[in-house]
């Protein structure tokens, strides 16, 4: 912070003290006012009406005025939350929860197996080696991934064991917020790819690194998207996706020690950046499968035929569906919701393309479709079942061949792990994520790996209840609490979601959670339209003209915790990111008598403005959202777009917005404008705050240290407990 900017927030914070000693008003106290935000006169004409947007100037994020505020609103956040008991218990107790051990699978090259292993107290994964077991002829990965029949699990990490360092990030930047990971590696095990990320931005710089001398080649790519890099097989070059948020997306291969100005375009050209795009190889390198995703809601599936020709064919590029390709044994796999909503499975030979000769392996059934893997010659298809994971088996041509039971409301994978074994991994939202080696002939489960986590789920209570939306729509929604809650109204509960972009909001397990059940709190999880627990037809129901129908499926959530006497209106916390921060940010502004506070965090919250600024971050959701340079579409998003639905005047409840400057995915001008929006339009006499970090981002985690991931949660969960009036319980 320059010395001017530390004059300005020191100034502003010494105003405001004199204010926080005042006394309480009733049995809420007397909070500070928020520091004093510059209103301009901006008025903007779109469709022939006037949007009035007072706080544009804050979107010049370099600005010395928007720095100046921002350093006044940290100062105002950490003097409304203050060092309080209740918020020292969640940084304690958070990091016993949040710091452990954290260990990636290994992955052998050549001589040796690579991981990342954050070891407890430590801020950062770094990158290890250990010498490889000597190689058998048992069993390989096929080319979909999963494990083959007779492939053996690595030997577990040892936290306490010395492993050699390849790439230690906390060399790299003494702030820890520059993170490393894994992307390819060479056959031969002599060259890695790996990237680098600065913060929570979703950009990455590419290196790559010759693992005998440790230096890098002068092959690099600098900051930007890139994705799908692999090596070819005798590694003298890689293929990857750049992605250009202003171009669209380019699937490229560049030949090492060459001009990455020379490198070839394979795929992608006359795709705008609305798009995303992607390949793989298939059939022992004979075809090349590429996909095209328009948004979150329609997918093209091409082809190329290396041995006959090379011609790039498209398989499906005009239906309204999703299409999901694997190919496995000569055939090409694709789960589909064409002509079916749920999900079926289609067989296609790619000698013979054409729709009319395309196989339907497994209908669409009841339940939603979600994944399906090959192992042991059969086919293992995941289902969501009322939000809740069930695998079925299938022989390989469709016939039902029994299934793999998981218990309620919980998620689950499935990979192969040896001849005759499946590995079942479950999560739910008391259960850490467990793996279970399983014998198929036997049936017996035995625990492969189990995450240590110190929680005690004896007590707790999972139970799925469902609200009626506005128009009618069933919508279900988990509720989490101690078995000894009374229906007396008085929890506090804290009610999150999701809603969008066809995400399903499955059970898991969740350290906020656990101390907010820990704190006496009620947890819920509402799965409302725009997702995709139910199907395409559940996702297309609350995406452009239907997205009202989120907020009022989220509303209706609220108000059955309500009515079923858990909560009432005063001890009613909600919680969402992103797609969620939108999701709060309009109930907060259509029903601000159901809330006390309000959780949200890199949010989208000027969807109106959003054209004018996501060509630069997240082009793709205008395909979700809506575009506002079209009128009709104006016409349903400036019904519910947050920031343009604050009334002055009126008695919002408390909130926090939290973002950075590195979310590079949702603008943090929104959560600045808002912010300053609803400070001067509230009249409820409880705080609006902004929770400010400069190397914030909407990737969150992986460019964060561990520290500053417990403190900014215990931030959150005590700005929330003390708007709910919770204290920590003794330790």
């Known amino acids: 912070m320059s010395a001017k900017r530390h004059a300005v927030a020191l100034s502003a914070l010494s105003a405001i003290l004199l204010v926080a000693a005042a006394p309480t008003i009733g049995c809420s106290p007397a909070y500070p006012p928020p520091p004093d935000t510059r209103v301009e006169e901006v008025v903007d004409v779109m469709h022939g009406v006037q949007i009035p947007d007072p706080f544009r100037w804050l979107e010049d994020r370099d600005a010395p005025d928007t720095r100046a505020w921002l350093d006044e609103q940290n100062a105002y956040a950490e003097l409304v939350v203050g060092q309080t008991p209740t918020r020292a218990w969640l940084r304690t107790r958070l990091a016993e929860l949040m710091d452990r051990d954290d260990i990636g699978s290994p992955r052998r090259a050549g001589e040796y197996e690579y991981f990342t292993m954050r070891r407890k107290g430590e801020e950062l994964p770094v990158i290890y080696r250990r010498p490889a077991p000597e190689e058998d002829d048992e069993g390989e990965v096929g080319e979909s991934g999963e494990h083959g029949e007779g492939e053996e699990e690595p030997d577990p990490i040892d936290p306490e064991a010395e492993y050699e360092v390849v790439i230690d990030p906390h060399l790299m930047d003494p702030g820890h917020t520059t ?3 894994i992307v ?9 790819i790996y990237n680098i990320r600065d913060g929570g931005q979703d950009e990455v710089q590419i290196r790559i690194r010759d693992l005998e001398t440790g230096e890098d080649l002068p092959d690099a790519l600098p900051n930007a998207l890139w994705g799908g890099i692999s090596f070819n097989d005798d590694a ?52 090349r499968i590429y996909t095209v995703s328009h948004g979150w809601a329609r997918t093209e599936v091409h082809f190329q035929d290396l041995e006959r020709g090379g011609q790039i064919e498209p398989l499906v590029d005009d239906a309204h569906a999703h299409f999901y390709p694997r190919f496995h044994e000569g055939l090409l796999y694709m789960r589909t919701d064409l002509d079916a909503s749920n999900g079926r499975l289609l067989a296609i030979a790619l000698e013979s393309p054409a729709p009319e000769d395309w196989r339907e392996i497994i209908p669409e059934g009841e339940d939603m479709m979600e994944d399906f893997t090959f192992i042991n010659e059969k086919i293992y298809v995941s289902y969501l079942h009322d939000v809740s994971s069930q695998i079925r088996v299938f022989e390989m041509d469709g016939t039902p061949a029994g299934e793999i039971e998981v218990p309620p409301f919980h998620s689950a994978s499935i990979r192969g792990a040896g001849e005759g074994k499946v590995a079942l991994t479950l999560r739910s939202f008391t259960q850490p994520e467990i ?8 049936g017996e489960r035995t625990v492969d790996d189990e995450e240590e986590i110190d929680f005690d789920p004896i007590g ?24 000894d809650v009374e229906l007396n109204d008085q929890n506090p509960t804290l009610l999150s979601g999701y809603g969008g972009f066809y995400a399903s909001r499955r059970p898991g397990f969740s350290t906020t959670a656990v101390v907010w059940l820990e704190l006496g709190g009620v947890y819920a999880v509402a799965n409302m339209r725009g997702g995709g627990e139910y199907g395409e037809d559940w996702h297309r129901g609350g995406m452009l003209g239907n ?72 082009a793709p959701a205008l395909l979700e959202y809506g575009n506002a340079e079209v009128p009709e579409e104006f016409e349903f998003i400036r019904t519910w ?4 639905n604050v009334v002055d005047g009126t008695a919002y409840p408390a909130v926090m917005f939290s973002t950075g400057d590195l979310d590079t995915r949702v603008p943090p001008l929104g959560a600045r404008k808002m912010t300053a929006r609803l400070q001067r339009a509230t009249t409820s006499g409880y705080p609006v705050i902004l929770l400010y970090h400069p190397k914030a981002g909407h990737a969150g985690s992986r460019g964060v240290p561990m520290s500053r991931r417990v ?13 709910l009036g919770i204290e920590a319980p003794a330790r």
């Open 184 to 192: 390819d590696f060479s056959q031969d095990g002599k060259l890695m």
């Open 460 to 483: 707790i209570v999972v139970e799925q209840v469902w609200a009626t939306s506005k128009d009618g729509t069933r919508v279900p929604m988990y509720v989490v609490h101690r078995e």
């Open 179 to 181: 993170r490393v990971s």
């Open 435 to 442: 793996t279970y080696e399983i014998d198929l002939e036997s």
């Open 641 to 644: 777009s947050p920031y343009q």
């Open 547 to 618: 997205k009202q129908n989120v907020f009022d499926d989220f509303i209706a959530a609220a108000e059955w915790l309500v009515e079923a006497g858990y909560t009432s209106p005063e001890k009613l916390a909600i919680q969402g990111a992103s797609n969620g921060g939108l999701l709060v940010g309009a109930a907060l502004t259509q029903r601000p008598d159901l809330f006390r506070a309000v959780l949200c965090g890199f949010p989208d919250v000027d969807i109106l403005r959003f054209p004018y600024y996501s060509r630069n971050n997240n």
């Open 236 to 287: 003298t070059g890689f293929t990857y996706t750049a992605r250009s948020r202003q171009i669209g997306p380019r699937i490229k291969y560049h030949e090492l020690w060459t001009d990455f100005a020379d490198d070839e375009v394979l795929f992608g050209e006359g795709y705008g950046p609305e798009t995303f795009v992607g390949m793989s190889e298939a059939g022992e390198g004979r075809y």
């Open 711 to 723: 403190e900014d949660t215990a931030m959150e969960l005590a700005f929330v407990a003390q708007q």
